[in-house]
Structure formats: structure tokens, C-alpha cells
């Protein structure tokens, strides 16, 4: 059996249409327009990419988008008092210092600064805690993207045994609160499994719904994987180069997620493919973010 597709690029493109009518709405009835700044910090051509996409998909729903670009060696004085400057900004509704950020600047400290109503990554304590307890305001992207993907799939959670491959703080640790949650698209059994854990393919086998966010390509192999699971992937791996067919002459990346796709598709009922799995729900989901703070200060409770 080859698996059915999950299309993060298809699921977005329906979110997005989505969005982009309520952002006309929001606009018409209360005068306010979703106002979004991704900070930069240096040049890292990953981030510079990601940082555009987001820039991008802001300007297609009609949001005001600010993008804030500052040398690698901004002092972390400086970074927070740019922080506060947006914090205190009324045109603005959602704020996303894109990470990592260099070596000399405390990342804990910089995400403790922002205004937890405007953090749109829900990457601040606050929101951390918030989902733990059950009443999110704002969920992280990625894993935000990726509960919504399996519930536009079709996807059953309730009681389903989910495995999470992967322990970061911005995917492995929240998807696991998200989908173990007392609520519709969640209500899971969640296992978290990571660089320590003993014999993973032991609780790989047992998924009926397998998230892999491991950091390295191939880190789940057919042998690892239960007939009939669904299989989403979230690892985004630079394996080569290859000229750009848009572009004759421009050398592009060659991507890779974390999962065996040949193989693995195989054995799973659905997979989701890299690219145009979950990478395009991440830049949805903070969309979704960021009109809903939007929608919160024009005094809107959803
Ligand atoms: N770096 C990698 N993923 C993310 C993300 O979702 N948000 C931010 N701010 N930085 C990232």
C-alpha cells in the first residue's frame, strides 16, 4: 500500500483563503488592519528565507507587515529596547524575533520581553504555561500546523497512541501538551521520545500517529514505523544542491525531512512529504496568530 499525501501546501492554501476573508472583515467592520514585524537579526540565509516567506504570506491576506533587519552584532540592549518599541506600538499585533539568535544575545531573555498578547510564536512563558493548563492563547506554529493537519486529514486523535520523536521547545515539547490536551483534535496518549530514550523503535512500532522532529534525515526507517501509521514529518535537512528549475543557473536546495519518505510510505495509511508537508502550515498558523490578537484588540473574542 503506498500512503495517501497529507499536502501542508493544500491545507495552508485553504487556511489562507480562510484568513484572508475574515482580514477583509476585520478591516471593514472595525478599521483595524493585522499588524505584523518579523525581526531579523544578522544574515543566516535559513532565516533570511523563512523570515521572507512570513513577510510574504502577511502582505497576501492585506496585513501591515514590517520587516525589522539588524546587524548580527546588536547588542542585546539594543534588541530589547526594539522589543519594547513594538510592544508599545498599537499598529502592531503580533511580533516574531526570528530564531536563533547570535551567540552574545540571551534568547530566554529576549522572549521574556515581549508583551505575551503579541506573541504571536507563543514562545513566552506565559503562553508556554498557558497551553500546559489547557487554555492556550496563542499556540505555537509549527505544532499548531501540525494538529490542524491531522485534523484536515481526517486524522482520529482521541486515543490514539502518538509518538513524538524530538523534545525542542519549539516542536517536540508543545505538540505533545497540544495533542494530549482534553479537547477535539487532541484527547491523545502521547509518548515523547529523544536523544536518551532506550530502544525507540519499541515505541515508534506502537504509533498510530508518528511525529518526527529528530533534527537529522533518515532517523526513521521503514522498520521503525506500524503498518498503517500516519507518519508526519517535520524535519527540514540541507542534503545538496541542484539547479533551480524557476531559475536556470541558480543553485537551490536539495530538502530532506527526517523520515525515510520512500520507504516509509510504503508501510504508513498517510505521510506528509518535505518539502510541502508541514513547512508551509508553520507561516499559516502564525497568520492565524496574528489576526486573532488582531481581532482581540478590536475588542473581538474570536
Ligand atoms: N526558528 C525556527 N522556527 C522558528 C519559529 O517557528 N519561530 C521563530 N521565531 N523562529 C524560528
Known amino acids: 500500500m503506498s500512503a495517501k499525501i497529507i499536502s501542508g501546501k493544500d491545507v495552508a492554501a485553504e ?16 478599521g483595524v488592519t493585522p499588524g505584523l514585524v518579523t525581526i531579523l537579526v544578522g544574515a543566516d540565509p535559513a532565516s533570511m528565507s523563512y523570515v521572507t516567506a512570513k513577510q510574504r504570506a502577511a502582505k497576501e491576506l492585506g496585513f501591515h507587515s514590517i520587516q525589522d533587519s539588524q546587524p548580527a552584532d546588536i547588542s542585546e540592549e539594543d534588541l530589547l529596547a526594539l522589543v519594547e518599541k513594538y ?44 497551553l500546559m493548563i489547557g487554555d492556550a492563547k496563542f499556540l505555537p506554529c509549527t505544532p499548531f500546523g501540525i494538529q490542524q493537519l491531522l485534523i484536515r486529514s481526517g486524522t482520529k486523535t482521541e486515543g490514539a497512541e502518538v509518538v513524538v520523536v524530538g523534545r525542542s521547545n519549539i516542536v517536540g515539547k508543545p505538540i505533545a501538551n497540544i495533542l494530549l490536551q ?15 530514550t532506550k530502544n525507540m523503535e519499541e515505541h515508534t512500532r506502537r504509533a498510530d500517529i508518528l511525529i518526527v ?16 501509521a500516519v507518519v508526519i514529518d517535520v524535519g527540514v535537512n540541507r542534503v545538496g544542491e541542484k539547479e533551480s528549475v524557476k531559475t536556470p543557473g541558480k543553485m537551490v536546495a536539495i530538502l530532506e525531512g527526517d523520515v525515510d519518505f520512500d520507504a516509509v510510505k510504503e508501510k504508513a495509511s498517510a505521510i506528509t512529504p518535505v518539502p510541502g508537508g508541514v513547512g508551509p502550515m508553520t507561516i499559516t498558523m502564525l497568520m492565524f496568530n496574528t489576526l486573532k490578537s488582531a481581532k482581540l484588540a478590536a475588542g473581538l473574542t474570536e
Do not use: S
Open 15 to 30: 487556511i489562507r483563503a480562510e484568513l484572508k476573508e475574515e482580514t477583509a472583515k476585520l478591516i471593514a467592520d472595525k
Open 87 to 130: 510592544n508599545n506600538d498599537p499598529a502592531i499585533h503580533g511580533i516574531l524575533v526570528q530564531l536563533p539568535l547570535p551567540k552574545h544575545i540571551d534568547e530566554t531573555k529576549v522572549l521574556f520581553a515581549l508583551d505575551p498578547d503579541k506573541d504571536v510564536d507563543g514562545f513566552h512563558p506565559v503562553n508556554v504555561g498557558r
Open 182 to 196: 482534553k479537547a477535539d483534535g487532541a484527547n491523545a496518549t502521547v509518548t515523547v521520545c529523544h536523544t536518551r
Open 213 to 228: 522532529a529528530a533534527g537529522f534525515p533518515k532517523a526513521i526507517t521503514a522498520d521503525m514505523v506500524k503498518e498503517g
